[in-house]
């Protein structure tokens, strides 16, 4: 089989298993040769080699048996540059040299299930496959990338905040700390990212995978004696990526294992990439000496949608969708309707398109006010204006211009003390939340403190202009 053969079947590859797993794990791949039956494959790596062979060996086979049909096995080998006769340094160490994006440890697609895998490999696994083979990585979303993400005045900082650390380099902000609320895009920034560093970076050994992974991992290490591995592999990336970072607080040895991990990857200027559902000194159950360092670098708040890219996010989505589905056209005032009604999860916003266009296609029809409301009506009536305690909490702290943390804490300043009245009055008046559980979300305090609070709103709206202003802002804001 000569190059121009090889180089044919690489392109139906690339037709199959998409641009950016072509790029990470077949580009660098190269034909040794075909010998009864078998197909040896060079890998750049032993890591790499597993890899394919679980998650791309079936695929590479049928091209072969499409191309030339009596290749009935892979085989894969690593041609390891200078000195042929030493084992494979563990990531990061001296005298490994550059790879290509297939020596990274996260990448695009999730590892299948073990079990029988098409090929086997010519050598005996060494230690820095054993290794890899404890981290199996997150799977990253194609769909999420720059490119797709819709930027608005929400998350604009945490968008250019992103961009800036995915250029790679000397990190800037380090660690980077994403937060927000559920479907806000934290998640799809971290992916971004990912895949802008392992296309700009392909010799990075990246590592993105979720704080429960990393609970995993650690206890599977703790349970096997193999925490000097362990500490090894996470300790010798050049990127190290953890998504809902809150999941490890109160869990004692993950925190402790997470926190030094955390230093040692700074003290060798290694880029952290965080996200969590609250800025790191609101995670509950996590020691002040852990917050405060994961609050050393850059913490970006991604805040809720607002109309607008709400709008935005539905209009790229129509787009999208209209490349395989032309002949579906949607009625003036649907987009605004649905970007009005449903309000506090993108993910559910972007579930409802997908409803409206899957109906639309099966059933021949344009997609009208009529058909929206009558298709999505069970998504219409749960997303019936739900205003949590953490928005109205989020959104009038930024209304005056003071911090949350300061807001709900214990100080009781006057230009702190009214601006957490005017939250727990609103929490009583927009929510179905009762007095202890308002009291509780504002630091602890007593049900008679948020009576007290809604009581002295009520009687300066009488009194002041101001706050009644105030009060009418802040609730169209909310119910936007």
């Not at 190269?30 to 394919?52: F, H, Q, R, S, W």
């Not at 490119?147 to 380099?169: M, Q, T, Y």
């Not at 925490?227 to 999941?247: E, T």
Request: proline share 4%; charged share 25%; aromatic share 8%.
């Amino acid at each position: 089989m000569d190059t121009d053969y090889w180089g044919e079947l690489k392109n139906n590859l690339r037709k199959s298993v998409g641009e950016h797993n072509f790029t990470a794990w077949i580009a660098p791949l190269e034909l040794d040769k075909v010998k009864d039956g078998v197909a040896t494959l060079k890998a750049p790596t032993n890591y790499a080699g597993i890899y394919v062979e679980r998650n791309f060996g079936d695929q590479i086979l049928n091209e072969f048996a499409a191309l030339k049909g009596n290749v009935r096995r892979l085989v894969f080998c690593v041609e390891k540059p200078g000195a042929q006769d030493r084992a494979a340094p563990v990531d990061g160490q001296e005298g490994m040299a550059p790879s290509t994006a297939a020596a990274s440890l996260s990448r695009a697609a999730a590892p299948r299930a073990q079990g029988r895998s098409s090929g086997s490999f010519s050598q005996d696994e060494d230690m820095r496959a054993k290794l890899e083979r404890m981290l199996q990585p997150a799977p990253l979303d194609p769909n999420c990338t720059f490119d797709s993400f819709v930027v608005g005045k929400p998350n604009e900082l945490a968008h250019a905040a992103a961009r800036r650390v995915a250029r790679g380099g000397k990190p800037e902000f380090n660690p980077l700390f994403l937060y927000g609320g559920v479907g806000l895009g934290k998640t799809h920034l971290m992916h971004a990212i990912a895949w802008e560093l392992q296309t700009s970076n392909p010799h990075l050994n990246i590592v993105y995978l979720s704080a429960e992974q990393f609970m995993y991992r650690f206890v599977q290490a703790l349970r096997d004696k193999k925490m000097m591995d362990f500490k090894s592999l996470f300790r010798n990336v050049d990127v190290l990526m953890v998504d809902d970072v809150q999941f490890i607080a109160g869990k004692e040895s993950t925190q402790e294992e997470f926190f030094h991990t955390f230093n040692a990857l700074i003290d060798h200027n290694k880029q952290i990439i965080l996200s969590g559902d609250c800025a790191p000194n609101e995670i509950k159950n996590l020691p002040v000496r852990i917050s405060s360092r994961l609050a050393s670098g850059l913490v970006v708040d991604l805040h809720p949608t607002d109309y607008e890219l709400r709008l935005g996010i539905l209009q790229s989505k129509v787009d999208a969708f209209r490349v395989n589905h032309p002949e579906i056209s949607v009625a003036d005032g649907v987009l605004e309707f649905l970007a009005h009604r449903i309000s506090t999860n993108v993910r559910v916003l972007e579930g409802a398109l997908t409803r409206l266009f899957a109906f639309a296609s099966l059933v021949g029809r344009k997609i009208t006010m009529e058909l929206t409301q009558d298709c999505l009506a069970d998504v219409l009536r749960a997303s019936d204006r739900k205003i949590s305690i953490e928005e109205i909490q989020r959104c009038v702290a930024e209304h005056y211009n003071i911090r949350l943390s300061d807001m709900i804490g214990p100080k009781r300043v006057r230009s702190f003390a009214r601006p957490r009245q005017i939250a727990m009055f609103l929490c009583k008046r927009m929510t179905s939340r009762s007095l202890p559980e308002i009291g509780k979300r504002f630091g602890g305090r007593d049900h008679t403190t948020v009576m007290h609070a809604v009581k002295r709103i009520d009687d300066l709206m009488a009194q002041d202009a101001q706050i009644a202003d105030d009060l009418e802002l802040l609730r169209r804001t909310l119910e936007a």
